[in-house]
C-alpha cells in the first residue's frame, strides 16, 4: 500500500501552506515595523516615518494580494 497522495491534493495543500506561510512572513513584519519601532502610532503628530510605514504597508498588502491571486488562479 502506497502512502503517496494524489498530486492535485498535494498542490492543493502546498497552496495552502504558502498562502499561510506568506500571511504570517507579512504580518510579522508590519508587526515588527509598526509596533516593535513605533510606526504605527503617532506621538503628537504624524511623522515623515508614520507616512513611509502606512505607504509600505498599503503596497506591499496590495503585493501580497497579487501574489495570492496569481497562486490561486492557476489549475487545481
Known sequence: MESEMEPDVKEFLVRIMQTIS??????LVNMTLGIYFN???FEN???IWNYLFYLWFLISFGLLLYYFHKKWKGKL
Not at 22 to 27: A, G, Q, T, Y
Open 22 to 27: 506568506m500571511s504570517v512572513v507579512w504580518l
Open 39 to 41: 510606526f504605527a502610532f
Open 45 to 47: 503628530r504624524p511623522s
